[in-house]
């Protein structure tokens, strides 16, 4: 019961999202808008969602080694759900991190000046 909650925290967490920053002198809010809508369409395309999966089975397999290595079957499946949840919390905040990305350049290549 503790992972779950752990890992929903950290997905909540990794969720806020950090809308990017854009000189808006000269530029019509309603273009930027209608520019912006469509430049997150684009990094929904992002499969948050496997780069956590894979994240979470890289992780499962590096703690179940450790695990191994350092104890007995207990040890590797508490360290295997410990790398789960770390290995699942990276992955998404790369696959968010990505959208994130998406969204500037689709905005700096519409012509908007991107300050972060």
């Known amino acids: 019961m503790r992972i ?3 890992f929903a925290l950290l997905t909540l967490g990794a969720c806020a999202s950090n809308a990017p920053i854009v000189d808006m002198r000269g530029v019509d809010p309603v273009r930027y808008e209608q ?3 469509d430049c997150q369409g ?6 948050v969602g ?3 999966a894979t994240g979470a089975a890289v ?3 590096v703690g179940a080694a450790v695990g191994a290595a350092v104890g ?7 360290a295997a759900g410990g790398g789960a949840v770390v290995g699942a919390a990276k992955g ?4 968010l991190n990505e959208r994130q990305r998406v969204v500037r350049n689709c ?4 012509g908007y000046a991107v300050l972060n």
């Open 72 to 78: 007995n079957s207990r040890t590797v499946e508490r």
């Open 50 to 52: 496997g780069k956590a």
């Open 35 to 37: 520019d912006l809508a």
């Open 4 to 6: 779950p909650a752990v």
């Open 42 to 47: 684009y990094a929904e395309q992002v499969a």
């Open 92 to 95: 998404t905040g790369r696959g």
């Open 59 to 61: 992780g499962a397999v």
């Open 107 to 110: 905005l700096r290549n519409r």
